[in-house]
């Protein structure tokens, strides 16, 4: 069960070592593009039709159609990598239960952005972890846990890429302890639990009473989407990089400073972030010098 590139490496690693898989659950078929009339699959749905597998698109979980079909698949094992929440006649059906994939070290990030949160927080490292589902979201019991590095530089592209193949290996693992009957579960430490809420206009906003550190956390940690937003010049603009400099101006924070060709700075509670490269609504991405050549700041 999963939709997004995230699940594919997932799907294909368990197809690769030989496990029968009876079904593919994952969304509905969508209408897009220039006038709505592009059909667009999911990337789990293209994956599963290269593999020549039996795919469901349920609209509804607990339609009882999709249930009755799902008992047909007689499955002793479901595996969840990105999907939605699954209602208890659904994860509780097969022999062996239903097992998830979640982006962070749980129980630390427990929600629906762990991968950006850790980032934005400026987290060292990460990882992934393979859990027995329950009844609330994120809390089942683990099964096994890999880590990453995250570097200091990494946006959350680059770290959810590392994640997509680790995660993979970590599902293949967590099916061959099933299989071979060597499931050892561990206990969430609830003392531990952090959250990964979702993202959105508010939390995307760049707060630049916040240090510069902060900042550049969270430039990349929203970078390659939604990215991180602010005003410039009356105009919304998504701040897609950025680095952070030692440089202090005697200026409020979110203060602009530019010469208006070649760089542009904003004030931090601490410092300053130079801006590499930014977006306007409705335009393509621009490197700084390309967005400010022939553009009035101060007047």
Request: hydrophobic share 40%.
């Given at each position: 069960?999963?939709t997004?590139?995230?699940?594919v490496?997932s799907?294909?690693i368990?197809?690769e070592n030989g496990?029968?898989?009876?079904?593919?659950?994952?969304t509905?078929?969508?209408?897009?593009?220039r006038?709505?009339k592009?059909v667009?699959?999911s990337?789990?749905?293209l994956a599963?039709?290269?593999m020549?597998?039996?795919?469901l698109?349920?609209l509804?979980?607990?339609?009882?159609?999709f249930i009755?079909?799902?008992?047909?698949?007689n499955?002793n094992?479901?595996?969840v990598v990105?999907?939605r929440?699954l209602p208890?006649i659904?994860?509780?059906?097969?022999?062996?239960g239903?097992?998830?994939l979640?982006?962070?070290?749980?129980?630390?990030y427990?929600?629906a952005a762990?991968?950006?949160w850790?980032?934005?927080n400026g987290?060292?490292e990460?990882?992934?972890?393979?859990?027995k589902?329950?009844?609330?979201?994120?809390t089942g019991?683990?099964l096994f846990?890999?880590?990453i590095?995250?570097?200091?530089?990494?946006?959350?592209?680059?770290?959810y890429?590392?994640?997509?193949?680790?995660?993979?290996e970590?599902?293949?693992?967590?099916?061959?302890?099933?299989?071979?009957?060597?499931?050892?579960?561990m206990?969430?430490k609830?003392t531990l639990v952090?959250?990964?809420?979702k993202?959105?206009r508010?939390?995307c906003?760049?707060?630049?009473?916040?240090?510069?550190?902060?900042?550049?956390?969270?430039i990349?940690g929203l970078?390659p989407?939604?990215l991180?937003?602010?005003?410039l010049v009356?105009?919304e603009v998504k701040?897609?990089s950025?680095?952070?400099?030692?440089?202090?101006y005697p200026?409020?924070?979110g203060?602009?400073?530019?010469?208006e060709k070649?760089f542009l700075?904003?004030c931090?509670?601490?410092g300053c972030i130079?801006?590499n490269e930014l977006?306007?609504e409705?335009k393509?991405a621009m490197?700084?010098k390309?967005?400010?050549?022939?553009?009035k700041?101060?007047?």
């Amino acid at each position: 069960m999963g939709t997004p590139d995230f699940a594919v490496d997932s799907l294909r690693i368990l197809h690769e070592n030989g496990y029968n898989i009876v079904g593919v659950i994952t969304t509905a078929d969508k209408f897009g593009g220039r006038g709505g009339k592009k059909v667009i699959q999911s990337a789990v749905k293209l994956a599963a039709l290269e593999m020549g597998l039996n795919i469901l698109q349920p609209l509804n979980l607990k339609a009882k159609s999709f249930i009755a079909e799902l008992k047909e698949l007689n499955a002793n094992l479901q595996i969840v990598v990105a999907f939605r929440m699954l209602p208890k006649i659904v994860w509780d059906m097969p022999k062996h239960g239903t097992y998830n994939l979640h982006g962070s070290l749980l129980p630390k990030y427990r929600g629906a952005a762990p991968i950006h949160w850790a980032v934005i927080n400026g987290e060292k490292e990460t990882g992934v972890t393979s859990f027995k589902l329950q009844h609330k979201i994120d809390t089942g019991d683990l099964l096994f846990q890999e880590k990453i590095t995250i570097e200091k530089t990494d946006t959350t592209g680059i770290v959810y890429a590392k994640l997509k193949i680790l995660g993979a290996e970590v599902v293949l693992k967590s099916v061959d302890a099933v299989s071979k009957g060597e499931v050892k579960l561990m206990q969430q430490k609830e003392t531990l639990v952090t959250h990964a809420p979702k993202l959105n206009r508010f939390n995307c906003k760049i707060n630049f009473s916040k240090t510069t550190l902060e900042v550049y956390n969270q430039i990349r940690g929203l970078n390659p989407f939604p990215l991180a937003w602010t005003h410039l010049v009356h105009k919304e603009v998504k701040i897609i990089s950025a680095n952070p400099l030692n440089l202090k101006y005697p200026y409020y924070p979110g203060s602009i400073v530019s010469d208006e060709k070649t760089f542009l700075h904003y004030c931090t509670a601490d410092g300053c972030i130079e801006v590499n490269e930014l977006k306007i609504e409705g335009k393509k991405a621009m490197k700084i010098k390309e967005f400010l050549n022939g553009r009035k700041l101060f007047t």
